[in-house]
């Protein structure tokens, strides 16, 4: 039987999406329950699945990867073994972020963090065409980012 979230659940979940360093009894406070019943919860919201990770957002101009790039990608065949051969090597890509099956004009979107356009550049000529099955790309400069990582509504 699956789990069904109540609404100190959904505070729980919501205030770690906020702030996932927050502390136990902060938690606790603003969901008005007691520490140890708090704990437990969050406990058994990890153990379910309802949180997969907690992790530290970078500032990413402080690392030298102020430039953002999402890149269409159409592979020259559209069968299981092509997309399983070009998400197998793009997982072992690590400056691709994110990368998405999609339907529509292109197969893949890739989200991708650089340094600027010439490091761009020198990615996509070295490695990203290189990848299996990639038969064209057509690249999009992010120019503003509007709304990045915000917080699921539930």
């Not at 996932?20 to 379910?48: K, W």
């Not at 500032?59 to 399983?84: C, I, M, N, W, Y």
């Not at 020198?122 to 990639?134: D, M, N, S, T």
């Amino acid at each position: 039987m699956e789990y069904k979230l109540d609404r100190t659940d959904r505070k729980i979940l919501k205030l770690l999406q906020t702030d996932g360093r927050m502390g136990n009894a902060e938690i606790a406070r603003r969901v008005n329950a007691s520490p140890a019943t708090c704990h437990r919860r969050t406990q058994r919201l990890f153990e379910d699945g309802f949180i997969e990770r907690v992790t530290a957002r970078i500032a990413p101009h402080k690392v030298e990867r102020g430039s953002l790039v999402l890149v269409g990608v159409v592979l020259d065949r559209s069968t299981p073994e092509s997309f399983a051969a070009f998400e197998q090597a793009i997982a072992g890509l690590p400056f691709v972020l994110d990368c998405h099956l999609v339907a529509g004009d292109f197969d893949y979107f890739l989200k991708i963090r650089i340094r600027d356009i010439a490091d761009f550049s020198r990615l996509h000529g070295e490695q990203l065409i290189a990848v299996p099955g990639v038969r064209q790309t057509r690249t999009f400069f992010v120019m503003k980012e509007v709304v990045d990582g915000a917080p699921l509504d539930f």
